[in-house]
């Protein structure tokens, strides 16, 4: 109705996380503070300050190293290291960071790295919006594109995909490669969107490093919001 406010997460409704649970899979999500902004887990009520929400980010490359990953991990950074505009600078070390201690671990030949953002990083984009006429979206739909970068083993180096890709293609993903189902079978964007097989191919390649920064003690430590818009 228009008419924004805080709200005490009692919301109950399906998920991802609930087919990972109910699969026996484990799921972590890492974010610089809790409650914070965008922690999706924090707002349903069955996760509300679960163990499973790391106060933490440069945690997960912790869990890397001693090879204690969950199946399924959503990261997101703080400030300092985030893409944001006037948040800092570290984005791209950070996200090199993640990828490294994967490529350099018993992970790299059976993980995949999903890397996209909230925002497009600009004022304009040159292709309109498309219209979503799946029936799972009547308002706030599509808008400008947002980069999405697939990394793993199976992806061939360079690759670009030219075809049409929703934030549902990841929950897609995750759905068929642990044969989950849908969430919400039939209704919403998981079940629309398309799973990003194109991307991947039968055949692995070895990890390439990739040449970045390391992370500031400072920026390793910064645990406030990762955006304030």
Not at 160 to 185: K, M, W
């Amino acid at each position: 109705d228009g008419v924004m406010g805080a709200v005490f997460p009692c919301f109950e409704r399906s998920s991802l996380i609930d087919l990972l649970v109910n699969a026996g899979l484990t799921w972590r999500y890492y974010a610089a503070a809790f409650p914070p902004l965008w922690a999706a887990p924090n707002s349903l009520k069955s996760y509300y300050l679960s163990s499973n929400l790391v106060k933490n980010p440069p945690q997960v490359l912790t869990d890397i190293q001693n090879e204690t990953l969950a199946n399924v991990s959503w990261v997101s950074p703080a400030k300092s290291y985030s893409d944001h505009a006037r948040m800092g600078t570290g984005g791209p070390a950070w996200v090199a960071s993640i990828v490294n201690a994967i490529g350099n671990s018993s992970y790299w030949d059976n993980t995949v790295i999903f890397v996209t953002w909230d925002d497009w990083g600009g004022l304009w984009d040159h292709v309109p919006p498309l219209q979503n006429n799946t029936g799972w979206c009547e308002v706030y739909c599509y808008g400008f594109r947002v980069p999405l970068l697939v990394i793993s083993a199976y992806t061939p180096q360079g690759y670009v995909d030219n075809g049409v890709h929703d934030f549902g293609s990841i929950l897609h993903f995750v759905e068929n490669n642990f044969a989950l189902g849908f969430i919400g079978p039939g209704g919403w964007a998981d079940y629309y969107a398309d799973d990003l097989s194109t991307f991947f191919t039968s055949e692995p390649r070895a990890f390439v490093q990739i040449k970045a920064r390391k992370l500031t003690k400072a920026e390793l430590k910064d645990q406030g919001e990762p955006d304030t818009d």
